[in-house]
T-cell receptor
Framework: QKEVEQNSGPLSVPEGAIASLNCTYS??????FFWYRQYSGKSPELIMS????GDKEDGRFTAQLNKASQYVSLLIRDSQPSDSATYLC???????????FGPGTRLSVLP | GAVVSQHPSRVICKSGTSVKIECRSL??????MFWYRQFPKQSLMLMAT?????????EQGVEKDKFLINHASLTLSTLTVTSAHPEDSSFYIC???????????????FGPGTRLTVL
């Protein structure tokens, strides 16, 4: 089983809709979870970090963490064409210094 | 968020030459920096973890004699691709961690990346 899994997509949503991106991880004792956005040809940009169970909101973005289910998601409200990018889920495994990145989900917001 | 810069943003070189890429944390001190490589339409691949003042830790399969990493200060890490070959052509990205490994404040911030083309 891969450590961090994401649906590769592409996920297509119409402009103005809610985009829901999902991520599962294998290590139950992981403590830190991150969502990055990567535009084509660019480096990843941090969108959200979440450490506790529940929801964390920042503007149009909401991260949701459920440690019991080993599941973290990112909701994007009022999706815009400019949100079209690959979204990377990253998990900080407790035994190492680095993050483990998922393969990313490609999101396409259609005008 | 914290700002990380990389230089150069793009480099084209001949096969057999060496290329140095700099990664700087501009508004914070980074005890740990990371080097990634990304091929087109593929995921990020961690190459090495760099701690200030000590030797880098390389991931399995990454040749430490080919990819030399120096983390001489809390704001600067360098990656030198020695004797570059066309198969080394890739997008090289560094990141820096603001705090330690325990939350909170253990986010990583990425530099803009360096696109290397070896002819």
């Amino acid at each position: 089983q891969k450590e961090v899994e994401q649906n590769s997509g592409p996920l297509s949503v119409p402009e103005g809709a809610i985009a829901s991106l999902n991520c599962t991880y294998s290590d139950r004792v992981s403590q830190s979870f991150f969502w990055y956005r990567q535009y084509s040809g660019k480096s990843p940009e941090l969108i959200m970090s979440i450490y506790s169970n529940g929801d964390k909101e920042d503007g149009r973005f909401t991260a949701q963490l459920n440690k019991a289910s080993q599941y973290v998601s990112l909701l994007i409200r009022d999706s815009q064409p400019s949100d079209s990018a690959t979204y990377l889920c990253a998990v900080n495994m407790p035994y190492g210094q680095n993050f483990v990145f998922g393969p990313g989900t490609r999101l396409s917001v259609l005008p | 968020g914290a700002v990380v810069s990389q230089h150069p943003s793009r480099v084209i070189c001949k096969s057999g030459t060496s290329v140095k890429i700099e990664c700087r944390s501009l508004d914070f001190q980074a005890t740990t920096m990371f080097w990634y490589r990304q091929f087109p339409k593929q995921s990020l691949m961690l190459m090495a973890t760099s701690n200030e003042g000590s030797k880098a830790t390389y991931e399995q399969g990454v040749e430490k004699d080919k990819f030399l990493i120096n983390h001489a200060s809390l704001t600067l890490s360098t990656l030198t691709v020695t004797s570059a070959h066309p198969e080394d052509s890739s997008f090289y990205i560094c990141s820096a961690r603001v705090g330690g490994i325990t939350p909170p404040n253990n986010e990583q911030f990425f530099g803009p990346g360096t696109r290397l083309t070896v002819l």
